[in-house]
T-cell receptor, first 113, second 118 residues
Framework: GENVEQHPSTLSVQEGDSAVIKCTYSDSASNYFPWYKQELGKRPQLIID?????GEKKDQRIAVTLNKTAKHFSLHITETQPEDSAVYFC????????????FGIGTKLQVIP | DGGITQSPKYLFRKEGQNVTLSCEQN?????MYWYRQDPGQGLRLIYY???????QKGDIAEGYSVSREKKESFPLTVTSAQKNPTAFYLC?????????????????FGPGTRLLVL
């Protein structure tokens, strides 16, 4: 089955700096990669996703890059703000059906004012 | 997301007791999922259902049971066989969402139920 590894497990940055979270996956058949943000005690919410036919996707201060050959994908947050503090999960699945999604272990991001 | 509800928000279980967590969605999604989240850990899949009257075990199904009699509902029962049930339980659904863009494989989560053992 699919295995998703995520690092770092914790990340502290100064407000205004950039943050990068990296994930690797094992199943070459995976072609859909969502990222979720989970604030303390709340539900995970989708913040951005990417399909394998795209190398990069950007939405305001958030971007995701995908290297399908190396089976790596990363989340980039620029100009971090205190409200970006949360746990971020990467995930991998096969698009086009209702196949199960495999999640990474999560990265706790702390933005220091 | 607003279309998925879970109840109760907090649930207390006594030793030897079975308890049932509710999950309802009005997004007309075919697929529904149950995850368990422990502190400092990711989301681990308990069960998932791709269609009514059908479901599959996830990675940690032992001590849990589910049913899918209606498209909108996917209740999870934590049985007495689950010896360490204290966790945050999240329900999710995916499928074609009317009035909303995005791939059908995107999962939308409910607010969660925190289960505690007395």
């Amino acid at each position: 089955g699919e295995n998703v590894e995520q690092h770092p497990s914790t990340l502290s940055v100064q407000e205004g700096d950039s943050a990068v979270i990296k994930c690797t996956y094992s199943d070459s058949a995976s072609n859909y990669f969502p990222w979720y943000k989970q604030e303390l005690g709340k539900r995970p919410q989708l913040i951005i996703d990417i399909r394998s036919n795209v190398g990069e996707k950007k939405d305001q201060r958030i971007a995701v890059t995908l290297n399908k050959t190396a089976k790596h994908f990363s989340l980039h947050i620029t100009e971090t703000q205190p409200e970006d503090s949360a746990v971020y999960f990467c995930a991998a699945s096969w698009a086009g059906g209702y196949q199960k999604v495999t999640f990474g272990i999560g990265t706790k991001l702390q933005v220091i004012p | 997301d607003g279309g998925i509800t879970q109840s109760p928000k907090y649930l207390f279980r006594k030793e030897g007791q079975n308890v049932t967590l509710s999950c309802e969605q009005n997004l007309n999604h075919d697929a529904m999922y149950w995850y368990r989240q422990d502190p400092g850990q990711g989301l681990r899949l308990i069960y998932y259902s791709q269609i009514v009257n059908d479901f599959q075990k996830g990675d940690i199904a032992e001590g849990y049971s589910v049913s899918r009699e209606k498209k909108e509902s996917f209740p999870l029962t934590v049985t007495s066989a689950q010896k360490n049930p204290t966790a945050f339980y999240l329900c999710a659904s995916s499928g074609k969402t009317s009035g909303r863009a995005g791939p059908q494989e995107t999962q939308y989560f409910g607010p969660g139920t925190r289960l505690l053992v007395l």
